[in-house]
């Protein structure tokens, strides 16, 4: 197929020519286009000999369409529809707020935080429509950086300079142990105690990329693995390793949860000051950069129960 170059055709040009069409005359067609007779004629004819086609019959007392003139004036009706139409969906677009937000969530915050997230978002953004995903750290910022998500509740900081991060809360660590575990006597615990226990059920750990594997081991101190440790697929399952007793960890403060059948299983103790900071990551690039600073600020009004607001130096 022949490249036909378009850069001849104007939106202009269709508009004068629909114009003429619609008033049988171009003297008129050139008051309503806000143009002198002369310059809308000339385009006009530039027009024809553009595409080739006398598109008038031109006379002192009458104007109009040729055959072809008719054919090819309709299809610039259509034209100037989609674009009006074009114009219209851009002044009428739908914020960042509203319409479809794709919003990644990792893997360790979303089954605690976004159930009270959901009816926030349903009562304040009432025209949102949410297309959530949940993975780890690396993949949800790979899907954000190939522009497959909108937005990523991630634990700050997030490195990388085609992103921006803005805090939304701290959400403090708690230490959970077997009720056998000599640890659980323990009214008040430290980073300490925990980097100095040398006990065989000792710290449990979340599979390498998991963030929250990482942060467990800053607080405690970046103590060694054990050789052949057993590590944990999901938050849930490490519950699970820790209330069948084969070792402690850190839990995020929203894991804690609903988890009323566990008092039996396991004993619970404040780790202060440790705590990780939630926060959204969107990309650099994206022009709608300070409404989702704008979205952070108001989730950061509506801290989850048990978390506390980000401290700023």
Same mark, same amino acid.
């Given at each position: 197929m022949t490249y036909i170059p378009l850069s001849g055709l104007s939106l202009r040009d269709i508009e004068y020519v629909v114009a003429v069409d619609d008033l049988r005359n171009f003297s008129r067609a050139a008051e309503r286009c806000g143009v002198s007779q002369a310059g809308l004629s000339e385009q006009v004819r530039k027009l024809e000999m553009l595409l080739d086609v006398t598109l008038f019959e031109r006379s002192r007392r009458h104007v109009a369409p040729t055959p072809d003139g008719s054919r090819l004036i309709a299809m610039g009706r259509e034209v100037l529809a989609s674009a009006r139409a074009m114009i219209e969906a851009a002044r009428a677009r739908t914020g960042p707020l509203e319409g479809l937000l794709r919003i990644g969530v990792i893997a360790t915050l979303g089954p605690y935080y976004v159930p009270s997230l959901l009816p926030l978002l349903r009562r304040s953004y009432p025209e949102l429509r949410l297309q959530l995903t949940e993975s780890l750290t690396a993949q949800m910022l790979g899907k954000l950086r190939q522009n497959e998500l909108d937005l990523v509740f991630a634990a700050l900081p997030v490195v990388g300079e085609s992103f921006e991060t803005a805090p939304l809360f701290e959400e403090p660590f708690v230490a959970v142990f077997p009720r056998n575990h000599s640890l659980a006597t323990q009214e008040?615990?430290?980073?300490?105690?925990?980097?100095?226990?040398?006990?065989?059920?000792?710290?449990?750990? !979340?599979?390498?990329?998991?963030?929250?594997?990482?942060?467990? +081991?800053? *607080?405690?101190?970046? #103590?060694?693995?054990?050789?052949? &440790?057993?590590?944990?697929?999901?938050?849930?399952?490490?519950?699970?390793?820790?209330?069948?007793?084969?070792?402690?960890?850190?839990?995020?403060? !929203?894991?804690?949860?609903?988890?009323?059948?566990?008092?039996? +299983?396991? *004993?619970?103790?404040? #780790?202060?000051?440790?705590?990780? &900071?939630?926060?959204?990551?969107?990309?650099?690039?994206?022009?709608?950069?300070?409404?989702?600073?704008?979205?952070?600020?108001?989730?950061?009004?509506?801290?989850?129960?048990?978390?506390?607001?980000?401290?700023?130096?």
């Amino acid at each position: 197929m022949t490249y036909i170059p378009l850069s001849g055709l104007s939106l202009r040009d269709i508009e004068y020519v629909v114009a003429v069409d619609d008033l049988r005359n171009f003297s008129r067609a050139a008051e309503r286009c806000g143009v002198s007779q002369a310059g809308l004629s000339e385009q006009v004819r530039k027009l024809e000999m553009l595409l080739d086609v006398t598109l008038f019959e031109r006379s002192r007392r009458h104007v109009a369409p040729t055959p072809d003139g008719s054919r090819l004036i309709a299809m610039g009706r259509e034209v100037l529809a989609s674009a009006r139409a074009m114009i219209e969906a851009a002044r009428a677009r739908t914020g960042p707020l509203e319409g479809l937000l794709r919003i990644g969530v990792i893997a360790t915050l979303g089954p605690y935080y976004v159930p009270s997230l959901l009816p926030l978002l349903r009562r304040s953004y009432p025209e949102l429509r949410l297309q959530l995903t949940e993975s780890l750290t690396a993949q949800m910022l790979g899907k954000l950086r190939q522009n497959e998500l909108d937005l990523v509740f991630a634990a700050l900081p997030v490195v990388g300079e085609s992103f921006e991060t803005a805090p939304l809360f701290e959400e403090p660590f708690v230490a959970v142990f077997p009720r056998n575990h000599s640890l659980a006597t323990q009214e008040h615990m430290t980073m300490e105690d925990l980097a100095s226990n040398t006990e065989e059920n000792g710290l449990l750990l !979340l599979e390498d990329g998991h963030c929250l594997r990482d942060q467990a +081991l800053a *607080v405690c101190g970046m #103590m060694p693995l054990r050789d052949q &440790q057993r590590l944990a697929t999901s938050l849930e399952m490490l519950w699970h390793m820790i209330g069948a007793g084969e070792g402690y960890s850190l839990i995020p403060q !929203l894991a804690l949860k609903n988890r009323a059948e566990w008092e039996e +299983l396991v *004993v619970t103790r404040p #780790m202060k000051p440790s705590s990780r &900071q939630i926060g959204l990551v969107w990309r650099s690039s994206d022009p709608r950069g300070p409404a989702f600073r704008d979205f952070a600020r108001f989730l950061a009004q509506e801290i989850p129960e048990g978390c506390l607001p980000v401290t700023t130096p």
